[in-house]
């Protein structure tokens, strides 16, 4: 799942937190740029497609932090 519009404090244990509470989470990491700044980005990656589903139905367009976070689906690059 990548998650945008996050706020740049927002760091990789915050959202994996969050993240939890729809499923375990395998993986997650805050997209940097190259200074280590936050884009306002994180990849979330589920051990189920289920929970990665219930987290983007929850998650897209709800405030968060004064702003509209926005969540979908990516697939796994092949």
């Keep these: 799942v990548l998650i945008s519009n996050l706020d740049p404090g927002a760091n990789a244990e ?3 937190m969050i993240c939890s509470q729809f499923g375990q989470v395998s ?3 805050v997209l940097l ?3 280590g700044r936050s884009l ?3 990849e979330v ?8 589903l219930d987290c983007i139905a929850k ?6 932090d004064g702003r509209v976070v926005r969540a979908i ?3 796994r690059p092949t």
């Excluded at 990656?45 to 990665?52: I, P």
């Excluded at 998650?59 to 968060?64: P, T």
Aim: some cysteine; proline content about 0%.
């Design 14 to 16: 915050d959202i994996r």
């Design 27 to 29: 993986q997650c990491e």
């Design 33 to 35: 740029d190259r200074a």
């Design 40 to 42: 306002g980005e994180a």
């Design 45 to 52: 990656e589920f051990m189920h497609r289920s929970a990665a």
């Design 59 to 64: 998650l897209d367009n709800e405030v968060a």
């Design 73 to 75: 689906l990516r697939n």
